[in-house]
């Protein structure tokens, strides 16, 4: 069965009031740091969502998923272009493990070198 997305993100809202209630300034300190780059007026929302999006799923976090989809439908996010964006972080997770795949050879070849 898939996660019932919306009640999910409810709950986690609903355990982070209770985390700002234990340690304010935690929860206000993120608070912080995510309205920080809205602040240059460089990005419009909807590409702040898409970017967030892309960055979710490479830490692999569920909460930041619901939290910002429904943040960039609101924005006026497309399906296709959240895709996109998908499609961006996929190719850089992948690009990754080629460069990492490199490393590993180079530390084979320096136990060759022993």
Known sequence: MMLDWNDYREN????VGDLAK??????RGLQVMDGAGAKTGHLDAKTHELIALAVAITTRCDGC????TKAAARHGATREEIAEALGVAIALNAGAA????????DAYAALENN
């Open 12 to 15: 986690l809202l609903n355990r």
């Open 22 to 27: 234990l340690s304010p300034d935690t929860v």
């Open 65 to 68: 998923i619901a939290v910002h």
């Open 98 to 105: 080629v460069t990492y795949s490199a490393r590993v050879l």
